[in-house]
């Protein structure tokens, strides 16, 4: 977590953002009571010299949460779009801006986690219905008409 934080590339998750946005808070509040309890005019000046660092940090780390998501970086100067960014998962595997920071992978057949195969592969149905055209499990035409020899065979349908 916060490897390169200044950097623009890149992917991170949405807990990593959620504390990059914590910090900025903390860091904005810190900057603005010190300018507070000088008193001056003057500390508009500073507080800008301050808050590049912290600002840069901030569009550096919504830059690479955009990317977890597959848009660009410029995406987060859409006003409101931080909460987009907050609640949005990331995409499944890699994409144009990296490999998934959770590790998570998607290739047709293995889903594999943190680089541990969860042991599924091929296109074994797992879901609880066991009828309907989509289940590969059954071939139609021999439940049908036995006595028929071509018929509907598993595929066929999407090919």
């Known amino acids: 977590m916060f490897t390169n934080p200044f950097s623009f590339d890149g992917r991170i998750r949405r ?20 300018v507070a309890s000088t ?27 955009c990317h977890d998501i597959g848009n660009s970086g410029w995406w987060q100067l859409i006003p409101f779009y931080v909460f987009w960014l907050i609640f949005q998962e990331g995409q499944a595997g890699s ?10 992978q998607s290739t047709s ?30 071939n139609y035409s021999s439940m049908e008409n036995p006595n028929k020899t071509e018929g509907y065979k598993d595929g066929d349908l999407y090919k």
């Open 15 to 34: 807990t990593e953002y959620g504390i990059s946005l914590i910090i900025y808070a903390i860091a904005y509040a810190i900057v603005a009571g010190i």
């Open 95 to 104: 994409n144009q801006y990296g490999n998934n920071p959770k590790g998570i």
């Open 109 to 138: 057949g293995t889903t594999s986690q943190r680089g541990q195969s969860n042991g599924t592969s091929g296109s074994v149905y797992q879901g609880g219905y066991s009828g309907g055209h989509n289940n590969p499990n059954s």
């Open 39 to 65: 008193g001056s005019d003057d500390g508009a000046g500073i507080v800008f010299i301050f808050l590049i660092p912290i600002l840069w940090f901030l569009w550096a780390q919504g830059a690479k949460r």
